[in-house]
């Protein structure tokens, strides 16, 4: 499907160079002189490497249509990450080098979304927020007003968060998946 070069978002898969890439990236740019172009930000989802490229307006860019399928994460060895289809039962395993940090953030029985491009699996969408056991965390100075109002914290697989002064270890915070951001604090 062709798209302009300024409808590119982040999150889309195109088509450039005789690869795929994922889009991370964009900034729309109107220098003084000249037209405006989106500086987008690649990464390639075969070759695993990264590409600035401006598009202007009036480019074609070939947006790849991908099939997306439901699964849920059953657990990872050293090099893959297995899910189930819970519809079929069908298992899949995807190689860490692609999913990438996304790998450290998945949990026993959470429900992903995969990517599929002719029948081979591109890439997976996590829940915008999952909830996730504090394994510890600073303790919190009183009237510390003085630096930011968040203190370090490790979540699963030794991810470091951000979290409010008021959250203790062993207790259940909801983090976007994308920002790595502290969200609320689970019942």
């Not at 890439?123 to 968040?150: C, G, H, M």
Request: glycine share 4%; aromatic share 8%.
């Amino acid at each position: 499907m062709k798209i302009l070069g300024n409808e590119i978002k982040p999150g889309m898969i195109i088509e450039h160079d005789n690869d795929l890439w994922e889009v991370l990236k964009t900034q729309h740019v109107k220098p003084g002189k000249g037209g405006a172009f989106n500086q987008v930000e690649l990464k390639s989802i075969n070759k695993n490497t990264k590409l600035n490229e401006r598009f202007r307006s009036s480019d074609n860019v070939e947006k790849v249509i991908l099939d997306e399928k439901d699964y849920n994460f059953l657990f990872e060895d050293e090099n893959s990450c297995h899910f189930i289809d819970n519809k079929t039962f069908e298992q899949i395993s995807i190689n860490k080098e692609k999913i990438g940090a996304k790998s450290k953030l998945l949990k026993e029985n959470i429900q992903v979304k995969i990517n599929f491009f002719e029948d081979n699996p591109i890439n997976l969408e996590l829940p915008i927020s999952i909830s996730y056991k504090i394994l510890n965390t600073d303790v919190a100075i009183k009237r510390q007003t003085a630096s930011s109002s968040f203190k370090p914290a490790t979540i699963q697989n030794n991810v470091k968060v951000m979290v409010p002064p008021f959250i203790e270890s062993d207790e259940e915070v909801f983090i976007d998946t994308r920002t790595l951001e502290y969200i609320k604090k689970a019942k």
